[in-house]
């Protein structure tokens, strides 16, 4: 998801990236790893194992693509003085702070999935390689399944939609992660990053504004996580301080409602 929309900001640039994924490519190859970066000024690091429940009972295969490979991209970045930019995750976090994350918050990861990206971060600032990494949240977008999408489609198949309320954080365009993660390496900065859109709110909001922006006959009800046992804990609280990120690229970042409501219209029209 992430990827195809850093693809398309980079083309709309001027610039064509070589795009690399599962099969021909697998991060987990050290050869396809060599290969890459022998060929890249700055790498890219959108591959990820993604699925957060998944995890849980496959952590081998998680901790491999998450963890030891980033480790590994570092140590051959570093070796042929290759900047690497790596996306991780507000699932570093447990959630149970009070207040939004800041990047020397420590983390403390609830699952598999957000201990695998928490290793992969550390594996690749101790790889010695020039970096950047940038923490995003609840993204959203073109090319993959994700928490608007799926609720769109639940909301259009039945009446009411019980949706999780005491989850909150920043619903966060990939267009717009994108075009930050380009910015942020057009900077020339190194380092811990925290990315999302501006504001916050809890899940069943963003799903009631989604449906109501979409025009979806579907009422929302909000409940609590517990309602919904996963096999992996999700964070309470993954609002992030994005002060940082803010002073650096010195623009406002766009609202939760702006971004998503551009999206939502974005899909209308594409059904049209
Ligand atoms: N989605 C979110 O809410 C969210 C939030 C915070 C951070 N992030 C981070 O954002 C980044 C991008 O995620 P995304 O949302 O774009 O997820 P995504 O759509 O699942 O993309 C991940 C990509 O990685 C590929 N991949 C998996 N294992 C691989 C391997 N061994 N070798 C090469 N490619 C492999 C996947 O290929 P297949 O599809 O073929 O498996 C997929 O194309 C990840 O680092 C993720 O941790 C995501």
């Keep these: 998801m992430l990827g195809s929309a850093l693809g398309a900001a980079l083309r709309a640039k001027g610039v064509e990236p070589v795009v690399l994924d599962l099969p021909e490519f697998d991060l987990c190859r050290e050869s ?9 000024c700055v790498v890219i690091n959108c591959a990820a194992y993604t699925n957060v429940d ?9 901790l491999a693509v998450n963890a030891h490979a980033v480790g590994v991209l570092g140590r051959l970045a ?3 003085r290759v900047k690497v930019l790596h996306v991780s995750t507000d699932f570093v976090f447990d959630g149970m702070g009070e207040g939004p994350y800041s990047e020397t918050d420590e983390p403390r990861p609830l699952s598999v999935y957000g201990a695998g990206k928490l290793a992969g971060e550390r594996f690749l600032a101790a790889s010695g390689c020039e970096h950047l990494m940038v923490r995003l949240q609840w993204t959203y977008g073109a090319g993959g399944a994700n928490f608007i999408t799926k609720c769109v489609t639940r909301g259009r198949e039945s009446r009411e939609l019980r949706v999780v309320s005491d989850q909150v954080g920043s619903p966060t365009w990939t267009r717009d992660a994108a075009a930050a993660l380009i910015d942020l390496l057009g900077t020339g900065q190194a380092g811990l990053f925290h990315y999302a859109a501006r504001g916050y709110a809890g899940r069943s909001e963003v799903a009631a504004f989604a449906l109501g922006r979409l025009g979806v006959d579907c009422r929302v009800i909000p409940c609590p996580t517990d309602e919904f046992p996963t096999p992996a804990r999700r964070p309470l609280n993954s609002r992030f301080n994005c002060d940082k990120v803010d002073e650096v690229l010195g623009r406002p970042r766009p609202t939760w409602q702006d971004s998503l409501s551009e999206f939502l219209d974005s899909m209308r029209e594409g059904a049209d």
Excluded: F, K
């Design 54 to 62: 998944g995890a849980e009972s496959e952590p081998e295969l998680a």
């Design 78 to 80: 570093a070796a042929q």
């Design 32 to 40: 396809d790893l060599a290969d890459a970066v022998r060929i890249s």
